[in-house]
């Protein structure tokens, strides 16, 4: 059974940082690339970083560029987003997201809640 499981979400002040992980099982996390997605209340699910399967290429979201990294494990089976100098338009529910590399599987988390407010 595939299972994409994010933590490290809460509620931080402005300026905080957060570090979140997603753990993946039922699936060979080398064989995907990864990324993360942001949903606002209201707004569209936007992409704000990918990894590729072997992390050699990162890309980031234009909002987010500079103050956030993602980065993967693949002997743990889990990719991370550390973020830094937090800012309230960063509030959202953040997924995590597979992609084979034939990109023929598509897989979600269930997503973690961040909230940026003093």
């Known amino acids: 059974q595939v299972q994409l499981v994010e933590s490290g979400g809460g509620l931080v002040q402005p300026g905080g940082s957060l570090r979140l992980s997603c753990a993946a099982s039922?699936?060979?996390?080398?064989?995907?690339?990864m990324s993360w997605y942001r949903q606002a209340p209201g707004k569209e699910r936007e992409l704000v970083a990918g990894?590729?399967?072997?992390?050699?290429?990162?890309s980031y979201g234009d909002s987010v560029k500079g103050r956030f990294t993602i980065s993967r494990d693949n002997a743990k089976n889990t990719v991370y987003l550390q973020m830094n100098s937090l800012k309230p338009e960063d509030t959202a529910v953040y997924y995590c997201?597979?992609?084979?590399?034939?990109?023929?599987?598509?897989?979600w988390g269930q997503g973690t809640q961040v909230t940026v407010s003093s």
């Open positions: 997201n597979a992609v084979s590399v034939a990109s023929t599987r598509n897989y």
């Open positions: 039922g699936f060979t996390f080398s064989s995907y690339h």
């Open positions: 990894i590729t399967r072997y992390g050699v290429t990162r």
